[in-house]
């Protein structure tokens, strides 16, 4: 089993930053790649970041949004940049045993979400 924890969220301006942390514990040495979603009320998980081999991102963020990870702490970061308040959402960090993952279903492991609320 992997356990995360989220920590970072809050309340900001437009045009405002935010970071986001995910620490993660147990079975690390499974995982391969470490993703951001994010998720408003009524609607479907929306992918944002992932790092694995490779960095990747969702349209709506590239370019605003970097990821970047502190392996010995087993710790990924979501820098966030000029903010939107379309960017209000609950951010869940999630884990998978897979390369290449943008899609929930192929995350295995999740945190319990944190909020992040930009207003205009």
């Known amino acids: 089993q992997v356990q995360l924890v989220e920590s970072g969220g809050g309340l900001v301006q437009a045009g405002g930053s935010l970071r986001l942390s995910c620490a993660a514990s147990g079975r690390t040495f499974s995982i391969y790649t470490m993703g951001w979603f994010r998720q408003t009320p009524g609607k479907e998980r929306e992918f944002v970041a992932a790092i694995g081999r490779l960095t990747y991102f969702g349209d709506s963020v590239r370019g605003r949004f970097t990821i970047s990870r502190d392996a010995g702490k087993n710790t990924v970061y979501l820098q966030m940049n000029r903010l939107k308040p379309e960017d209000t959402a609950v951010y869940y960090c999630?884990?998978?045993?897979?390369?290449?993952?943008?899609?929930?279903?192929?995350?295995?492991?999740w945190g319990q979400g944190t909020q992040v609320t930009v207003s205009s």
């Open positions: 999630a884990a998978a045993q897979t390369y290449e993952s943008s899609r929930p279903n192929q995350y295995d492991y």
